[in-house]
């Protein structure tokens, strides 16, 4: 072969290769944008909304120890999530009822948006990590519910999410999935449970690991976290657990940031929430992890 000829033809096939590669950038980002719109179906019963205090504070708590205050804020009012040198920019909403938006929000709007992760209009809310709280109890739904709707009105500021193309591209090739595909929406709410130290009630609490330890909590990289972020540790029996032989070891770790032998762990991981936790959830949700 010629040389002339050999360069013709690499030129025709590079031509050709970025041709394919704009095609399918620019699909995964049409089609991301088309995923952003679509409209999901999700049937719920009214949850009964308690109107007692201790069912309140009860609700207060879990708002602190979840992660819901993280994101929200102290008072609901939100705050700056995400706002990196790439451009993924995401401020979580106003949740008090000065967001004329949330001031409409019936209690199965509620439902579908913290269960489901589904916007009232039936299009998926971004950002929010409800397959953290998918398995929530209608006591602890209804509960969280009551605190949030009691709270002072904020600035009511919405949501604002930026998405860097990449970022949308790889949402609309599936490689980032929002909650509401990750989502069983067909199976019930989880029945009561009773706080106790117990591997059942750690189980219950262990859900809201999965939004970054993944289903199985077995970690990984974790999808549309910025990529600084290191990956989600392995939770279940043989990964990082076998680190806390005992339970006051898990126990200080999660209140503290700080391993048995002193190091930091990630920065990532949400220790304001964690260290609101009470010491019955933290040691229940220790002897589901390191069960066999």
Known sequence: MDVKRFFRIASSALVAFTIFVVLAVGGTYWWGGRKLVRHIDVAVQPVALPVDAKAIAHGKYLYESRGCMDCHGAGGAGKQVFDEANG???RAPDITRA???VARYRIEDWDRAIRHGVAPSGRPLLVMPSEDYNRLSDDDLGAIVAYVQSLPPGEGKPADIHLPWFVRGMYGAGVIKDAAEKIDHS????????????????AYVANSCKGCHGAKLRGGNIPGAPPDWPAAANLRP???????????QFVTMMRTGKRPDGSDVSRVMPFSAFEKMDDTDLNALYLFLVQK
């Open 99 to 101: 967001n004329p938006d």
């Open 88 to 90: 993924f920019r995401v």
């Open 187 to 202: 199976l019930p709410p989880s029945p009561p449970i009773v706080a106790a130290v117990n591997v059942e009630y750690g």
């Open 238 to 248: 043989g990964g990082v657990m076998e680190k806390y032989p005992q339970s006051a």
